[in-house]
């Protein structure tokens, strides 16, 4: 046995004898074993007029069963109707409003928004549902303020993001200048709050889907197995900015966990609605149909159409094709591509605006669909895979082609 043969045979045995461990001391890790849904909310403390926000509040639901991750972002301008607190209108107050009145807990301002998320989730009705179904809960919360956020970064040496337009923004009095040209960037600490931050001319949606498509990036960087020997380096940094109900034993186990997770389970969602003046109102139909998919196993298109009492998926994806660029084209090339390669477009049209990056929209639950489109796609340089489960438009994906998608310079595909 050769030195390689030995280290690599060590690490495994290292790894063995610390999931043991951690079973034994972690309810998470007892419950991820026994293959039981983890529920959990990630939500990012701002520091603004000198108040703390939770301007990022991230949902996972994570089924150990198929290894399938649900990320389900709410939009810090969700309107929200508190009798207990009248004067505030738009969830991301609740996080100030606690802080502020508890002494600076982040504990009891992390919990308040925890259950008043629970119950934006679990209101509203589905016809289909089952009569009585509990309600959506959430057990964990995990807060981290900037200067965590920033030492998770550097501690993991950085995540790499592509930049599709230019982002420039320069607030003197926030102290806060972001400037970044197109391009694909390994950003530090300080680099990745600004990212993350910006909102330009999209506002909070935008800033929604940069935050997910971040939060992907960072999930394949946790994979490198470096991090079991330089995250230790960070500990009392690392702590001093973040505060959740998880032990250390449970954070190793998530961590240990999510080194399993693929890419291609992993379904970036965002809270159903539109804008209602400066605040994003929830379309309960649609959020609970989302809650009914993030609390099954191994949603599909099938068991979501069932709940919206659809007929089921039959397997061959039906596509929409919208074209968002300046190339007068790229739709009617898109449609014949994708037709050849088998797939269903039963719609092409110009898009409602123009915009840069090209999104692959899930609109049936299961995610495959959308990424075996941007496969096909892929002599395009075609950009994200997002999902939007959206069973009434009668389209498993919804295809937006922006800039930078490039018609190839060949013969027409048909």
Not at 94 to 121: C, M, N, P, R, W
Not at 213 to 239: D, G
Not at 291 to 300: K, N, R, W, Y
């Amino acid at each position: 046995m050769n030195y390689v043969d030995r280290f690599i045979l060590a690490g495994c045995a290292g790894l063995s004898l610390l999931t043991m461990g951690l079973t034994w001391q972690s309810p998470v890790a007892r419950a991820l074993m026994e293959e039981k849904r983890f529920r959990g909310l990630v939500i990012g403390a701002d520091y603004e007029d000198n108040a703390r926000h939770s301007d990022t509040m991230m949902v996972v639901s994570y089924d150990p069963k198929t290894r399938f991750l649900d990320v389900l972002s709410i939009p810090r301008d969700t309107m929200i109707s508190d009798p207990s607190r009248p004067s505030i209108r738009r969830m991301n107050e609740i996080f100030a409003y606690e802080f502020k009145h508890t002494g600076k807990d982040f504990t009891i301002a992390s919990l308040a928004v925890k259950s008043q998320i629970e119950t934006l989730l679990s209101s509203g009705t589905v016809s289909g549902l089952p009569a009585g179904r509990p309600g959506f809960e959430i057990p964990y919360f995990f807060t981290v303020d900037y200067g965590g956020f920033r030492s998770l970064i550097d501690a993991i040496g950085g995540v790499y993001v592509k930049v599709t337009e230019p982002m420039n923004y320069d607030d003197n009095w926030g102290h806060l200048h972001i400037h970044f040209e197109p391009g694909t960037y390994l950003l530090d600490g300080r680099k990745a709050l600004e990212f993350v931050r910006f909102r330009g001319r999209s506002a909070d949606q935008g800033r929604v889907r940069r935050q997910q498509i971040f939060v992907r990036e960072l999930l394949k960087r946790l994979k490198n197995p470096a991090l079991l020997w330089r995250l230790p380096h960070y500990t009392q940094a690392l702590l001093a900015g973040f505060h959740t109900n998880l032990s250390l034993p449970d954070m190793a186990s998530l961590l240990l966990e999510g080194r399993r997770v693929q890419w291609k389970n992993i379904r970036l969602m965002s809270l159903p609605g539109a804008p209602v003046g400066m605040l994003w109102k929830m379309n309960p139909d649609t959020t609970q149909k989302i809650v009914a998919m993030m609390q099954s196993s191994g949603s599909t298109r099938a068991e979501l159409e069932s709940l919206a009492g659809g007929a089921a998926w039959r397997g061959r994806a039906t596509v929409e094709v919208w074209n968002a660029s300046n190339r007068a084209q790229a739709a009617r090339w898109a449609m014949a591509l994708l037709r050849k390669k088998g797939f269903d477009v039963v719609k092409i049209g110009d898009f409602s605006s123009r915009q840069n990056q090209t999104l692959i929209v899930d609109r049936s639950g299961d995610v495959r669909a959308a990424q075996a489109v941007a496969d096909a796609l892929k002599d395009g340089a075609v950009g994200e895979v997002v999902s939007r489960p959206e069973p009434s438009l009668h389209v498993d994906v919804s295809v937006i082609l922006g800039n930078d998608y490039l018609v190839p310079d060949k013969k027409w595909p048909w």
